[in-house]
């Protein structure tokens, strides 16, 4: 079966950082992915890891390691219109994408 | 690019009836479409992979006479959720893929409500 684990809330001030962690154990691996979800919304794509390391993209950073089967999502200089659901998901080696319960990440003033 | 539209975007019917979702591809042609369901405060599931011009293929547990998916062009992919009950109140999220890419592209989602 696929397993792929995240916190399930977090929450920060404005302007902080923060760190959301996925760990997964799935049947084959083609990247990882992030998004971001609105209540009511469909996900919206943040970052896409494939190779191990750390890829930076505004204030989002996405690292990987394929060895540990670990990622993490880095979020920036918070800000308010960031709280929201960040989903982890994989895409399997049928290149279906599983996803984790999701982090709903509150931030406050 | 790469634009992804649903409709509708939330629908409330009456128990028994059924309920047609329809999935667009707007500026690229979608080889691969699938569908997703979204409990509240839960993650995406995905219900059914289709590849146009072939039958859909259904995750475990998903019924497929119950939901219907026909992708019948490179741009549209329909689920008919049939015989709706209150417990198929849900979100509903298609998502495309073209031939050869990774990443796929969400749609808006639509919001069903069975009474």
């Known amino acids: 079966g696929q397993n792929i684990d995240q916190p399930t809330e977090m929450t920060a001030t404005e302007g902080a950082i923060v760190q959301i962690n996925c760990t997964y154990q799935t049947s084959g691996f083609n990247g990882l992915f992030w998004y971001q979800q609105h209540a009511g919304e469909a996900p919206t794509f943040l970052s896409y890891?494939?190779?191990?390391g750390l890829e930076e993209k505004g204030r989002f950073s996405s690292f990987l390691s394929r060895s540990k089967g670990y990622s993490y999502l880095l979020l920036k200089e918070l800000q308010m219109k960031d709280s929201a659901s960040y989903l982890c998901a994989v895409i399997r080696g049928d290149y279906k994408l599983s996803f984790g319960a999701g982090t709903t990440v509150t931030v406050r003033a | 690019g790469a634009v992804v539209s649903q409709h509708p975007s939330r629908v409330i019917c009456k128990s028994g009836t059924s309920v047609k979702i329809e999935c667009r591809s707007l500026?690229?042609?979608?080889?691969?479409m699938f569908w997703y369901r979204q409990f509240p405060k839960q993650s995406l599931m995905l219900m059914a992979t289709s590849n146009e011009g072939s039958k859909a293929t259904y995750e475990q547990g998903v019924e497929k006479d119950k939901f219907l998916i026909n992708h019948a062009s490179l741009t549209l992919s329909t689920l008919t959720v049939t015989s709706a009950h209150p417990e198929d109140s849900s979100f509903y999220i298609c998502s495309a893929r073209e031939e050869r890419e990774i990443e796929q592209f969400f749609g808006p989602g639509t919001r069903l409500t069975v009474l």
């Open positions: 890891n494939v190779l191990d």
């Open positions: 500026d690229f042609q979608a080889t691969t």
